[in-house]
Structure formats: C-alpha cells, structure tokens
C-alpha cells in the first residue's frame, strides 16, 4: 500500500521517514516510553535509524504495519501510532506519547483517526488495543477513544524478554457510527451491530 497522510484539525499523521530519526530518538529517551512499549531499552540511535528507514516504510510496503508519526502542525512530533494487521480484518494499535505533549488529547485523537481511516480503507472490522496490566496512561486513551475493555489475558504480552499480563480491547465500526466490512452477528445480550 502507498502511504497516507491523516488530518485532523490538530495532527498530521505521516509515514516516518530518515527525517525523523532524531526526533524519535530523543522523544523514546523517556523511561515511562521504554518500560511500557516493547521497543528497545537502551533506546540507541541506530534503532530509531532502523525503524525510520527500515522498519516502518517495510510495513507499509507489505501491507503488515502501518505506522504513523503524529505531529502538530509546524512540524513537532507529538507520538507515534502504529495498525499491525494481526489476522483477517483485525488490526491491533499501538501507541506513544512524547513526554511533553501528554494530557492534551493527542493520541487519542490520532487513535481515533487511524481507527476510522482503517474501517474504511482497510477493510477491518476490529481494531484491537494491548497494555500491560498497570500501563494506566494506555487505559486513560482506549477509554477516551471508545474502546471496549475486554478482559485481561494472562502471558500475552512479551516485553524485553519477560513474559506479562495485558488488558485487552475492542472498536469496531459501528462504535464510530461506521458500517462493517463483513456481517456481524453479536452474542446473545451484546450490543448489536447497527
């Protein structure tokens, strides 16, 4: 898939690129970033160098991750959100915050516009949210975005080589007003599809 570019009255949602690189490494020095998100710690400038122009574009290119820098305007950047197609019609975001930027609605946002950007270009039917049981901050934005809390799976999350517990869950179309790709057929006493 070619990349997109996403607007909102606040953000724009890019592909990364080698331009980048320095940004992201310096915004993924904060702590909180490297305990809660899976990416490297240490976070050094060769793996934000990769992922800029390896990584992200790779997955674009294979239609398997879709990762977006989120900037204001002028250019700043704000956090990173990225759809990995997990299995047919579901996708699972992710996402992080620059320190500095957090508490203003950012990422929820930029959650909300790439979930609505993959109902009705990608085909998905399910965007699927993970944080590790005690990533709060992760909570606070899959609320504020209208996902569905779903439970929590033991074991499902492999961070830095240690096996954790993850909260996990759902937006489907219908909860942004969105008809799905694929019929729907709720379980008895679930909200049903509109």
Known sequence: MQPVTLTTDRLVL???GPQDTDALHAAAQDPDIQRWTTIPSPYLPEHARSFTEQLAPEGWATSSMFTFGI???????VGVNSLTMRSLGTAEIGFWTAKEHRGHGYTTEATLTASRWAFTDLAVDRVEWRAEVGNTASLEVARHAGFTLEGTLRSAINNKGVRRDCWVGSLLPSDLG???AAPYLPAPGTPSET
Do not use: E
Request: proline share 23%; aromatic share 8%.
């Open 14 to 16: 890019r592909p990364l």
């Open 71 to 77: 900037f204001l305007p002028g250019g700043t950047l």
């Open 178 to 180: 969105l008809p799905s």
